[in-house]
T-cell receptor
Framework: NAGVTQTPKFRILKIGQSMTLQCTQDMNHNYMYWYRQDPGMGLKLIYYSVGAGITDKGEVPNGYNVSRSTTEDFPLRLELAAPSQTSVYFC????????????????FGPGTRLLVL | GENVEQHPSTLSVQEGDSAVIKCTYSDSASNYFPWYKQELGKRPQLIIDIRSNVGEKKDQRIAVTLNKTAKHFSLHITETQPEDSAVYFCAASKGGSYIPTFGRGTSLIVHP
């Protein structure tokens, strides 16, 4: 298994441009997540999905959109990029937990480093 | 909602010393507590986890302890090595939620 893969690895955007960060997992996990990590900081949840066709906002959703048309893919769309969106973006997936636990171990992708100038 | 506090934010030790990182959580319904290690420029990866029905778990040089009454859990690393240098994140999850709550991270520096 490749696990969780993300593309691109690095991207420079100009203010006002748009882009899509791709995320794919081959572990058949139901749950997928997008986080951003600013330098020296922790992980902030942007959006998450509990299955195909179902998405919900996290802590910092403004300026982003997501879709989940398949179990494998969970792309993150940035519209009108701003310098405040300069960050490292991690996609993660998680299987259903034991005994009905909904969220368990998170498997992270390698990250996309985004610079908005 | 759940709140997870992690201390210290930075920990500097000499090679061979032990390191302890502590997290406290607020929601008594939380029942799953993973620890992630993030090396510089890499992704966070699970190193150990513990469930609420267990008080302690060990894996070679690392161990995690859980005190449900006090609502805190700790990561213990013995005989630290330079390759243990990384940022460590704790997290807490409860059965009814899809979203784990992460601590803010501890930067561990092991000096040779």
């Amino acid at each position: 298994n490749a696990g969780v893969t993300q593309t691109p690895k690095f991207r420079i955007l100009k203010i006002g441009q748009s882009m899509t960060l791709q995320c794919t997992q081959d572990m058949n996990h139901n749950y997928m997540y997008w986080y951003r990590q600013d330098p020296g900081m922790g992980l902030k949840l942007i959006y998450y999905s509990v299955g195909a066709g179902i998405t919900d906002k996290g802590e910092v959703p403004n300026g982003y959109n997501v879709s989940r048309s398949t179990t494998e893919d969970f792309p993150l769309r940035l519209e009108l990029a701003a310098p405040s969106q300069t960050s490292v973006y991690f996609c993660a997936s998680s299987p259903p937990g034991l005994a009905g636990q909904r969220g368990e171990t998170q498997y992270f992708g390698p990250g996309t480093r985004l610079l908005v100038l | 909602g759940e709140n997870v506090e992690q201390h210290p934010s930075t920990l500097s030790v000499q090679e061979g010393d032990s390191a302890v990182i502590k997290c406290t959580y607020s929601d008594s319904a939380s029942n799953y507590f993973p620890w992630y290690k993030q090396e510089l420029g890499k992704r966070p990866q699970l190193i150990i986890d513990i469930r609420s029905n267990v008080g302690e778990k060990k894996d070679q040089r690392i161990a995690v302890t859980l005190n449900k009454t006090a609502k805190h859990f700790s990561l213990h690393i013995t005989e630290t090595q330079p390759e243990d240098s990384a940022v460590y994140f704790c997290a807490a999850s409860k059965g009814g939620s899809y979203i784990p709550t992460f601590g803010r991270g501890t930067s561990l520096i092991v000096h040779p």
